[in-house]
């Protein structure tokens, strides 16, 4: 994985197939690839509910920075990191650049 | 083979879930037992019966050392076995083999019981208290579907029966001596180093059969011998990944399966039952299902 990933034009996009449920304030992802049952914790979960492909990773910041403002100064790094591990985990890739595949050799590698 | 010999006793087509069977003996008086025994699994014949369902047969066969071998289909299960072990070792190769044959379904390892038609599924590992805390229940008036392997039927979302005996280990015959096997019973079970009783269930005994219904309740069993004795509320999360953790095939079933387990964990009032005391571990779950005991649990 790229060391920069994400970066604030990245366009992270969950994988195609995981299957959610939401649990209390928590969400379970299920990754029938990788064969993953995954806990995402609220704030996880925010993050992954906006990994559409078409929200830029500043975007996602921005917008929970918005709900949070609390929380605005560490919301940068959190979303990062949370973007990463999804992207480690292969339940997230990069659609920057491509025309609706996700991007080879980026996130999931 | 099982054409050219003269069994002494063959039992009726039984079904475990999916899986077929029938068990033939060369011993009348074992096969009588062990047709006892497995009696409430006999196939009523009512579902439709697909290809893939073929009738498997069991042997039990008496050799020269006075001890059994019991084959499935012709091939050799294990060699050299005593009665009680035979019996034991039939019924593990069955439940097996309902696990592998049944995938259509979503397997729990757990036990099931109905009370007014409400589903109480008890999953658990192995040492949890899961077939104790079952037994405990049916003795105590709820109807029985499974200690063991409990199926969720996806297209229903519903809890079949699967009414194998119950199989006791031997820390838990002190807490349900009325379920010791009958005193008829000259097969090993009732002696004294038994390492498990079968407990037949269904007509002819005390502990009713359930029907296929939908879960209402999910309780987790902890044996916590020396603790105390309740109940307490599971998050939707909890009980979400406690069914997930015993879920036999959810890997088969992905997505279906994950929303399957999502809607039971936000459908059903879910709760963790530590126990070191049966008899207060069954009087609290009486008195959440709300089901007027039959016996004293």
Redesign the interface.
């Known amino acids: 994985m790229d060391s920069q990933w994400p970066t604030a034009d990245s366009r992270p996009v969950s994988r195609l ?1 995981a ?1 959610t ?4 304030d ?1 969400v ?1 992802v ?1 990754d ?1 690839v990788g ?1 993953l ?1 995954i ?1 995402l914790n609220s704030s996880a979960a925010s993050v992954w509910a906006l990994c559409d492909g078409s929200t830029t990773a500043q975007a996602i910041v921005e917008a929970l920075a918005a709900a949070h403002p609390d929380h605005a100064d560490v919301i940068g790094e959190d979303v990062r990191q949370t973007l990463r591990k999804l992207a480690e985990l292969g339940l997230v890739s990069d659609m920057t650049g491509t025309d609706g595949a996700a991007a080879p050799g980026v996130a999931g590698s | 083979m099982l054409r050219d010999r003269a069994w002494a006793h063959c039992t009726p087509n039984l079904r475990a879930l999916s899986y077929r069977f029938a068990v033939c003996c060369d011993d009348g008086a074992l096969g009588r037992h062990i047709e006892a025994l497995l009696y409430a699994m006999c196939d009523s014949g009512d579902e439709e019966i697909a290809a893939s369902d073929a009738l498997h047969r069991y042997t039990l066969i008496s050799v020269a050392s006075g001890t059994l071998d019991l084959a499935r289909d012709g091939e050799l299960v294990r060699a050299g076995l005593t009665c009680a072990d035979a019996i034991g070792w039939l019924v593990w190769d069955v439940n097996r083999a309902a696990a592998e044959t049944s995938g259509q379904h979503l397997l729990f390892h757990a036990g099931g019981l109905e009370a007014a038609g409400r589903g109480v599924l008890v999953p658990g590992p192995s040492g949890s208290g899961k077939s104790t805390l079952t037994a405990g229940l049916a003795r105590a008036g709820f109807a029985y579907l499974s200690d063991e392997l409990v199926a969720f039927e996806l297209a229903t979302s519903r809890l079949l029966s699967y009414p194998k005996p119950i199989t006791l280990k031997a820390g838990s015959f002190a807490a349900l001596p009325e379920l010791e096997p009958l005193a008829d019973d000259d097969f090993g079970s009732r002696n004294p180093a038994a390492r498990e009783w079968q407990v037949p269930v269904g007509a002819s005994t005390a502990l009713a059969l359930g029907t296929p219904c939908e879960a209402a309740f999910i309780i987790v069993p902890r044996y916590d011998p020396g603790g105390t004795t309740s109940l307490s509320t599971l ?3 909890e009980a ?2 406690t069914l ?1 953790l015993n879920a036999v095939n ?2 088969s079933h ?2 279906a399966g ?2 399957a ?2 809607q039971l ?2 459908r059903c009032e879910c709760l963790r039952l530590c126990f070191s005391d049966l008899e207060e571990a069954c009087r609290l779950v009486v008195d959440l299902v709300g089901v007027p005991a039959a016996q004293t649990c």
């Open positions: 197939g299957s449920v939401e649990l209390d928590n379970a299920y029938d064969q049952l806990l | 998050t939707e999360t979400f990944f997930a959810l890997i992905q997505t994950t929303e387990l999502g964990a936000a």
